[in-house]
């Protein structure tokens, strides 16, 4: 549905949280080198606990890499530094959501060039930022919510409750 894009990525716990949330939305998760953990960790595995098979994962060398490869992403960086809120945002399948690594987000002079594709989600002024694994679990369902939840919906494959 979506490729998410993890620039950088610091903590092995987040990038196996996003990666079990790509697991469970058929998105695939791209992540950007250097990575400040190993894909074989065992703290990145055990937070995405046995999903791995069920994830696209794509490794890239550079950020430069990644663009180059895909020049004609259409791309929503998310950063606490956007005008827009995520919601006025229009998602589309194959829409990539970039995201920072934890310490400093995605980089100025990259935002600079891309403003346009920039959104934050909302939080206290007081907040510094929300999880990373958390931003890209609201992104993401925001984007499946707006495609009425896309291949989820078609294959039947939403859990449905049963009150009877």
């Known amino acids: 549905m979506f490729h998410v894009v993890l620039v950088e990525p610091e903590i092995p716990q987040n990038a196996g949280n996003i990666a079990r949330t790509c697991a469970a939305t058929g998105c695939v998760l791209h992540l950007i080198r250097p990575l400040g953990f190993e894909i074989s960790d065992k703290y990145l595995k055990r937070a995405g606990l046995d999903y791995w098979h069920l994830v696209d994962v794509r490794v890239h060398e550079s950020l430069a890499a990644f663009l180059a490869e895909y020049p004609a992403a259409r791309m929503h960086l998310f950063t606490t530094k956007a005008r ?81």
């Not at 589309?92 to 959104?119: N, P, Q, S, W």
Request: with cysteine; aromatic share 10%.
């Open 84 to 164: 827009r809120v995520y919601i006025e945002a229009t998602y589309r399948a194959g829409d990539f959501l970039i995201f920072g690594k934890e310490t400093r987000g995605l980089e100025e002079e990259f935002l600079c060039a891309h403003e346009e594709c920039c959104v934050r989600l909302p939080m206290r002024a007081e907040a510094r930022s929300l999880n990373l694994s958390n931003s890209v679990a609201v992104a993401v369902y925001e984007g499946l919510r707006q495609n009425a939840f896309g291949e989820l919906e078609r294959a039947g494959s939403l859990h449905r409750l049963s009150w009877e």
